[in-house]
């Protein structure tokens, strides 16, 4: 039984380590953001109009801001109006 806690207590170590270093490596890149194709054909989509722009705004300071370890912002709109420079009934 004793074996067994220690081959436990090995197994927890390692799990630790890997996520130290997952965490890590998930903050070397904090600053970098990726756009997929379909992110893409959605940017040139919301240029075709004035509305469009106005919501490119917004989706660009998503995904500027967006939480790398769980993909969520958390921001309510009175504070997401003041950084785009609109009302918030906009």
């Known amino acids: 039984m004793f ?21 890590e490596e998930a903050k070397k890149n904090s600053r970098f953001t990726q756009v997929s194709p379909k992110g893409w054909e959605r940017v040139r989509e919301l240029l075709k109009d004035s509305q469009g722009i106005s919501a490119l705004k917004l989706y660009s300071f998503l995904a500027e801001h967006i939480d790398p370890t769980c993909g969520a912002v958390v921001a309510d709109q009175q504070f997401l109006a003041e950084k785009l420079g609109v009302s918030r009934s906009t």
């Open 3 to 23: 074996i067994d806690s220690e081959k436990r207590l090995k197994q927890l170590s390692d799990e630790a380590k890997k996520n130290t270093e997952d965490l």
